[in-house]
């Protein structure tokens, strides 16, 4: 076994982060009746609107069944509509609805708050090198 500690492993630190992250997200969503996937989803159709089920599950982090599964129980919410393509039309994209759109608005201004708090513990230029230092991570491991 080897002698590195769990406190001196980099993978168990951006873990726990990563927890209470989704933790305080989740607690800043809640209240406008969102999951954090589901706030996930709405924030992504507000800029890439017309997604499938697959690019969704990529640009969110999820496995394409997950995805499935909270793309179901949003369109019975009615926040997202799932139409066939204009011209492909086994393949469905999603857009957000009225509905979507205004609990959207709502839901993000918790969500930033807590990004925020985050972000007001650092300089601009440690922001960055914080990013810099994440990038590396996440490209490390690709290979």
């Not at 089920?53 to 909270?70: D, E, F, I, K």
């Not at 011209?87 to 918790?110: C, N, P, Q, Y």
């Not at 990004?115 to 440690?126: A, G, I, K, N, V």
């Amino acid at each position: 076994m080897t002698k590195l500690s769990v406190d001196d492993r980099i993978g168990h630190h951006i873990k726990r982060t990563e927890q209470h992250l989704i933790a305080a997200k989740h607690a800043a969503v809640q209240a406008f009746g969102l999951t954090v996937p589901q706030y996930t989803v709405l924030l992504v159709l507000s800029t890439e609107p017309g997604l499938t089920g697959a690019g969704l599950a990529r640009r969110c982090l999820v496995t394409p069944q997950t995805m499935s599964a909270v793309l179901g129980t949003m369109e019975r919410e009615g926040l997202v509509e799932r139409l066939p393509h204009p011209t492909h039309h086994h393949v469905l994209e999603t857009r957000l609805t009225a509905l979507g759109r205004t609990r959207l608005r709502k839901a993000d201004k918790a969500a930033v708050a807590v990004e925020q708090r985050l972000s007001d513990l650092f300089t601009p230029e440690e922001i960055t090198s914080f990013l810099e230092y994440l990038d590396r991570c996440s490209h490390a491991l690709e290979s």
